[in-house]
């Protein structure tokens, strides 16, 4: 008997998919800040899935044009809710950015996987065989989907994490966010010191993309013969990852900030204290405050120190023991601190005298070298503008820095930010396309200043651990969302104690979740490079990181909000001198990735075109010399 080509699932509409994949777009953004259910990642592509792949398959152009349709719009609605604070900036840029960018890479994975890897309409047993004849028959088609499967799953992880280290690689900086983040906390993060955070994102959407595949199985075998058989292929897949839990796990407990591991056996520890204002970037910019900030940074340094003191005294009292304290040793201020550039002479490097900065730190002024003496001697780490004027009086050049003071200014060891943010520090073709800096001002509200200059230094600045001391910490020098490039981080690596160092001014961003998106980002870089992080921001999360990512401790009002004036001290252990295989080899992983899709690609496509025949009894008759769909 045939069936009537109506009783086949109907062609889905286009706007059914569209709100399939919105919702996809959705559920994927509420993995990450700040709604933060992680576990929203292992199953985020299930909607878009169904829209890629429920129904008939789409025929032709427009069926391609569907599919990329699909994709785009998870991904304008995912990266349009992840990245809703690039609005706190530049509304006329963060339309674009979503529409053009935002969607153009979830737009191709969704076409590559509509077109090439949407599962097979293979044979069904024949409903007319006897009971045991049907079982047999269904446990062989069970088994023929197996491989049809994993080789979809392990195509569409892979290209995923190829798409996603593009999306970095084009825009450095945008790769923020991708899924392998959303693992924070979880176990499998650990895994990040050999795949990398971009590799990492191949764990949830392997799982993703095999879980709806093995669903589509299960349900296609109870709708036709009302059982199921067990899903061999998918258990082991969660056998995989368990293992990989259990021992990220262990890598937790290594590398934790008390460990062995990270405090070379308690030899290897640097007390620091991150100082944060809180200030909004009208006051940061503000002429008339800059007497103000110097005193701020100075008062809040100071009453830091005293408070440890005082804190330290109280749990002494109540354990009727003798006061312990490491003071501070490093005093970190965030980027861009002093309210006003430093000046230097192009021709010479020579540093123009009798500048607010220079006086701020003399040591015959009654400011930062009177705190030494008062309370405790301490580096300070800070960010500074540094500009170079040619001898005619413009200016020549002008870096983002990271600087070391150890003393007064004659001490001043640089390090020049190299990842500038486009459009923030620099306008892309500015004299090229003057248009883009008119555009920039209409948005911002400000004109755009002058343009920056990277940097190119990837050599760690060797600290002493103690003011004095002959033992050095090479700190890796982080400004602004440097921390988020792993790429860039792990050129700093060397097999010596180290600690990562990030200033930032997250102030741009207001009190949107692009701060609490920032560190944690940022905390990838410990798992990579298996070294701690402290960070310093003006506005925005000051925290301290150990090797495998956990908080040791972080600046927050009592209601757990980071828009606060205070300081953060926390004890950094820098003992791990190992050099991790994402260190040495970078995202090779992505590279496997790439071999692994083109393989799978290549095989799909050398299969040849596939047709289904007429429907008999519920079951795909193939046609004459085809092979079944």
């Known amino acids: 008997m045939n069936i009537p080509p109506a009783s086949l699932p109907r062609l889905l509409p286009v706007w059914a998919g569209l709100l399939l994949a919105a919702f996809s777009g959705i559920l994927t953004a509420c993995a990450f800040i700040p709604v933060d259910w992680g576990g929203c990642v292992w199953i985020g592509f299930l909607p878009l899935l ?23 719009m998870f991904g304008v609605v995912f990266y349009g809710i992840s990245f809703w604070w690039v609005n706190e900036v530049s509304t006329l840029g963060y339309i674009p950015l979503m529409i053009f960018y935002g969607g153009l890479f979830p737009g191709l994975w969704a076409l590559v996987m509509g077109v090439f890897f949407r599962p097979d309409a293979r044979p069904l047993p024949d409903a007319r065989l006897t009971a045991k004849e049907r079982r047999a028959a269904w446990k ?47 176990p499998l993060a650990q895994w990040a010191e050999y795949l990398g955070v971009t590799a990492l994102a191949f764990i949830p959407a392997v799982f993703s993309v095999w879980l709806w595949r093995v669903c589509r199985r299960a349900g296609t075998m109870i709708i036709h013969e009302g059982r199921r058989t067990v899903p061999w292929d998918f258990f082991i897949l969660v056998a995989v990852l368990l293992t990989m839990f259990v021992t990220g796990v262990v890598w937790t407990a290594r590398y934790s900030a008390q460990s062995a591991e990270a405090t070379g056996d308690g030899r290897f520890t640097v007390p620091v204290m991150a100082v944060q204002l809180n200030l909004s970037q009208k006051e940061k910019w503000d002429p008339a405050n800059r007497r103000n900030i110097y005193r701020a940074l100075l008062d809040m340094t100071e009453q ?122 620099y306008i892309p073709m500015r004299k090229t396309f003057p248009f883009l800096e008119k555009a920039f001002e209409a948005s911002a509200g400000t ?104 908080v040791i401790a972080d600046l927050r009002d009592s209601s757990g909000s980071p828009f606060t004036r205070g300081v953060m001290a926390a004890t950094l252990p820098v003992g791990c001198t190992k050099i991790t295989l994402y260190a040495m080899l970078g995202d090779w992983a992505v590279l496997v990735c790439f071999l692994v899709f083109a393989a799978l690609l290549l095989r799909r496509i050398g299969a040849g075109k596939r047709v289904h025949g007429p429907v008999e009894n519920g079951v795909y008759r193939c046609s004459t010399g085809a092979t079944p769909r």
């Open 50 to 72: 169904t829209a890629l792949w429920y129904g008939r398959r789409r025929e032709g152009k427009r069926g391609m044009l569907a599919y990329a349709l699909y994709g785009w």
């Open 140 to 186: 062989t088609w069970a088994l023929g989907d197996i491989l049809p499967s994993a080789s979809a799953a392990l195509a569409g992880a892979a290209l995923w994490v190829c798409l996603e280290w593009g999306r970095g690689w084009l825009i450095p900086g945008f790769g923020w966010n991708n899924l392998g983040v959303a693992l924070y906390g979880n």
């Open 304 to 425: 830091g120190m005293l408070d440890l003191q005082n804190r330290a005294l109280e749990q002494a009292v109540k354990d009727g023991a003798e006061a312990s304290l490491d003071m501070p040793a490093w005093v970190i201020w965030p980027e861009s601190s002093f309210p006003i550039s430093t000046f230097y002479r192009d021709a010479t490097g020579e540093r123009f005298s009798n500048q607010d900065n220079v006086n701020f730190l003399s040591a015959e002024e009654d400011y930062v070298q009177a705190l030494r003496n008062g309370i405790c001697n301490f580096i300070l780490l800070t960010g500074t503008d540094d500009i170079y004027l040619s001898d005619e009086g413009r200016v020549a050049r002008a870096y983002n820095c990271l600087t070391v003071f150890e003393g007064d200014y004659s001490t001043a060891r640089l390090h020049a930010k190299a990842m500038l943010v486009p459009f923030g520090e």
């Open 447 to 550: 004109a755009m200043g002058l343009n920056y200059t990277p940097g190119c230094s990837s050599s760690p600045v060797p600290v002493p651990i103690r003011p004095g001391s002959s033992v050095t910490v090479g700190v890796i020098p982080l400004v602004c969302f440097e921390d988020v490039v792993g790429s860039w981080v792990r050129r700093f690596i060397r097999q010596e104690p180290q600690l990562m160092v990030n200033v930032t001014n997250d102030g741009w961003f207001n009190r949107s979740c692009a701060n609490e998106q920032h560190w944690r980002n940022a905390a990838f870089r410990c798992i990579e490079l298996r070294r701690a992080m402290v960070r310093a921001a003006n506005t925005g999360v000051s925290v301290a990181l150990a090797p495998n990512g956990a």
